[in-house]
């Protein structure tokens, strides 16, 4: 699946509006070379407490702003045991999912780099990346173009690639 991503810094906590869904999320590489990352997700759950899904998930042919991706999902054995062999540090972030303008917002905190906090854009099409605008004041400077701000760069060089 074709993937176009927008990523900005959050500027404030957005105001009314409330999250619907959180994610607390862990990642880790296998391979740094070909972006091929395992990730645990980890939800509240009714009456459970927490349910927790294991993927493994590569991204190719990226060109700017995009990529292919494709997801799969693994159980936890093989999760820890790929967890293992993992490059560089486990990125470890809080998701928060918004509804906002007919586009879902996915702001992450960071738990490893103190005060980091992005708000990270998925569209299935050029056309919906291109018409988007973020009009509301949490919006912060734009960071899709910056390498300092990609996840896997965060793990590949502990969290401190440059970032200003």
Do not use: C, H
Request: charged fraction near 35%; hydrophobic fraction near 30%; charge should be neutral.
């Amino acid at each position: 699946m074709r993937v176009f991503e927008r990523k900005y810094i959050l500027k404030n906590k957005p105001g009314k509006i409330q999250p619907f869904e959180t994610i607390y999320i862990e990642q880790a590489w296998l391979s740094f070379d070909n972006d091929v990352r395992i990730r645990k997700e980890t939800r509240p759950y009714k009456t459970k407490g927490f349910i927790d899904s294991y993927y493994m998930i590569m991204k190719s042919d990226k060109i700017s702003d995009s990529y292919d991706q494709k997801l799969i999902e693994i159980s936890y054995g093989v999760y820890n045991e790929l967890l293992k062999n993992a490059e560089g540090t486990k990125v470890e972030k809080l998701r928060k999912r918004y509804n906002y303008n007919g586009y879902i917002l996915d702001i992450d905190d960071y738990k490893s780099i103190p005060d980091l906090k992005l708000i990270e854009v998925e569209f299935d099409n050029i056309n919906d990346y291109d018409k988007f605008n973020p009009l509301a004041d949490w919006f912060g400077v734009e960071v899709s173009q910056n390498d300092a701000y990609k996840n896997i760069n965060l793990a590949k060089y502990d969290g401190v690639y440059k970032l200003k």
